[in-house]
């Protein structure tokens, strides 16, 4: 599989409610200093709706400033339309991170 497949793979497994880091995404996937590879490839997602990127967030919580698919604010808009907490462009990670796989 290819290495933006296995992002996207791994994205579809984040439940509704939570969030990962993109550090998080590459670890899991096998390239533990691929984080801005895993940004990279947020970018080219083909389906936003199917392959959830607006679950992913940077290592302080914080939203993507450059949101692929409308910006922050939409960001914000569909995480809190899952139940996440936004405040300030920041999730808070000790509530929303998702720690599986």
């Keep these: 599989m290819s290495f933006d497949g296995s992002v996207y793979e791994y994205l579809k497994t984040v439940p509704r409610g ?3 880091t993109y550090g998080m995404i590459a670890h899991a996937i096998g390239h533990p200093r691929a984080a801005r590879q ?3 490839a947020l970018h080219r997602n083909p389906t936003p709706v199917v392959i959830p990127c607006h679950r992913v967030v940077n290592r302080e919580g914080r939203l993507a400033p450059a949101f692929a698919f409308g910006g922050p604010e939409v960001q914000a808009s569909l995480l809190r339309a899952e139940g996440v907490e936004v405040k300030d462009g ?7 991170c998702w720690e599986g796989k």
């Design 90 to 96: 920041y999730v808070d990670l000790a509530v929303y």
């Design 18 to 20: 939570k969030v990962v």
């Design 38 to 40: 895993v940004g990279n």
